[in-house]
């Protein structure tokens, strides 16, 4: 359960930094064999915003 927590919580806040810098960022999500999700990431990320939504999600926060 906290690892599907985490991964939407990373999944979420990488795909609105990407909204919010499209020329910045780039991020696909994808299927691939066997169900496993892989990201592709291209671009800068803001790690403290990212970081900051983990703790949230850790911390049970929204």
Do not use: F, H, T, Y
Not at 6 to 31: D, H, M, S, T, W
Not at 40 to 47: P, R
Request: net charge negative.
């Amino acid at each position: 359960m906290l690892e599907e927590k985490l991964k939407e919580a990373i999944i979420g806040e990488l795909k609105r930094q990407a909204a919010n810098r499209p020329r910045a960022l780039k991020v696909e999500a994808l299927q691939v064999d066997g169900g496993a999700e892989e990201l592709v990431v291209n671009g800068k990320i803001d790690l403290a915003e990212l970081a900051m939504v983990i703790a949230g999600s850790v911390a049970g926060g929204p």
